[in-house]
């Protein structure tokens, strides 16, 4: 199938992102010791995310771990969010998204990238965008207030940022 075929091509990956103090640099008053709380110890979750880098829709979706059975559960909420209309997702080779057990609903088409090429993925860009937007410099006490925050931001963002963001010169968008 050609990318004509589809309604829409998402580039997918999954993230970490955890209650660890990520520590990044600020303004601070000449002469004075500032103090910065940091948190101890770490408890993460995984933000399963598909972008388009030709119209900046997006969808994401957190679980506790990478695996297949919450692989499955992300490709059933995205085939139901794209309900009659047939998509692509291009993806890293990791072993739960070439599972054997994995559950491929019938509006959905999977394409491997190249094995060892994070490059070619543009949400590893959208990722990055997260992490210095969402967790500099921020304290979470919770696993809770971090997902929320996460949804907030995500939710947040117009698609010409996601678009700017995840446009690589060798996508023709």
């Known amino acids: 199938m050609k990318e004509k075929d589809y309604a829409d091509v998402l580039f997918f990956d999954e993230a970490r992102f955890g209650t660890h103090t990520k520590i990044g640099y600020g303004w601070f008053k000449k002469g004075e010791r500032t103090t910065v709380k940091i948190k101890i110890g770490y408890k993460a979750l995984y933000v399963y995310g598909a972008i388009s880098a030709r119209n900046g ?12 059975e919450c692989m499955n559960a992300f490709l059933k909420m ?5 309900i009659d209309q047939k998509i692509a997702i291009i993806m890293d080779g990791a072993g739960w ?4 057990n ?44 971090l997902e929320l925050s996460l949804q907030a931001f995500i939710n947040s963002l117009h698609e010409s940022t996601i678009m700017g963001l995840c446009n690589n010169s060798y996508l023709d968008v």
């Open 57 to 68: 829709s997006h969808f994401s979706a957190s679980f506790s771990s990478v695996n297949t």
């Open 102 to 145: 994995l559950e491929v609903p019938k509006n959905v088409d999977i394409i491997l990238l190249p094995p060892y090429s994070p490059e070619l993925n543009p949400v590893e860009q959208f990722w990055r965008y997260l992490k210095q937007n969402v967790l500099h410099n921020r304290l979470f006490e919770a696993l809770e207030s």
């Open 97 to 100: 998204h070439k599972s054997k």
């Open 78 to 82: 995205l085939s139901e969010n794209y």
